[in-house]
């Protein structure tokens, strides 16, 4: 509302009478500081606002997600064939000298156990004890062999040249012809030894271990002959020596040694004593 202050004039006529005449008189009012008017304001023109127009209230369907489809995979298959198993110690192997140390075989566990009675020496053409089994062609023998003394089996051998492990012998001929791998007390010390026996003639090489126990692998492919060890539950092999030997025929007696120089105090112990297939070189270290 907008106010004016608008002054104006009032004129007044009157009539005055002078001896009887009558003259008229303007009188004039001029009125100031009249109170402002209020002058109404037309208010402004408000801007129609368009009606919005009700929504439905129900939830709309969701639409459904569509199904990824993957292709198939092409499997490509990593692993590496297990060997086959061609022999487990059983009754049917035989026994080299087998009047000088007991045998003993816990089925269940796979467990076989020598333990030596009279001496006997792997050597030239001297013969230990063992038991062994026929084996034409590549093969691997493994086994976890631990040796003890007979007399307290949780100590090692503390005589000298009380040893025993693994033996691949050629049983043709007059004279001794084999290799070994085997482990106990060497010359007086802890150790692995690996022997060429040729005609009679042995040749070997001794390593310092740290206990009467390991596991150890005789591993023949053509004429080489592989002789492994490691550490018990250790995953790696580790090759001890290779002896080539062109003069062994097909078949070899294959298996578990016994032996020590003097009155024996020796037990050997053959866990998981196996004989398995190879084909290749490769295989001998898995």
């Not at 004016?4 to 009012?29: K, Q």
């Not at 503390?158 to 007390?185: D, F, K, M, Q, S």
Request: net charge neutral; hydrophobic share 35%.
């Amino acid at each position: 509302m907008k106010k004016l202050s608008i002054p104006f004039i009032v004129v007044l006529i009157t009539t005055l009478a002078c001896g009887g005449y009558s003259e008229p008189v303007s009188t004039v009012l001029v009125i100031e500081d009249v109170s402002p008017t209020e002058v109404p304001t037309a208010p402004p023109t408000a801007t129609a606002v368009p009606t919005a127009t009700a929504l439905p209230t129900s939830t709309p369907t969701k639409a459904p997600e569509p199904t990824l489809v993957l292709p198939t995979p092409v499997v490509r298959s990593t692993s590496v064939t297990t060997p086959a198993v061609i022999a487990r110690y059983d009754s049917s192997w035989e026994t080299i000298k087998g009047s000088t140390f007991d045998l003993g075989f816990d089925t269940k566990a796979n467990l076989l156990t020598l333990t030596l009675k009279q001496p006997g020496l792997w050597l030239n053409n001297s013969q230990g004890g063992a038991v062994y089994r026929n084996t034409s062609g590549n093969f691997k023998i493994t086994a976890i062999v631990k040796a003890t003394k007979s007399t307290t089996p949780t100590d090692p051998p503390g005589n000298r040249i009380h040893l025993g492990g693994l033996i691949a012998r050629n049983p043709a001929g007059t004279t001794e012809n084999y290799v070994h791998i085997v482990v106990g007390n060497a010359e007086n010390r802890l150790a692995i030894e690996t022997k060429n026996t040729t005609n009679n003639v042995s040749q070997y090489d001794t390593l310092s271990w740290t206990s009467g126990s390991a596991e150890l692998r005789l591993c023949r492919i053509g004429n080489d002959l592989n002789l492994y060890r490691r550490a018990v539950n250790a995953t790696t092999w580790l090759l001890a020596t290779t002896y080539t030997r062109a003069d062994f025929p097909a078949s070899l007696q294959v298996g578990a040694s016994i032996y020590s120089a003097a009155t024996p105090d020796l037990r050997l112990t053959f866990e998981n004593l196996r004989i398995e297939e190879v084909r290749e070189k490769g295989e001998c270290e898995r």
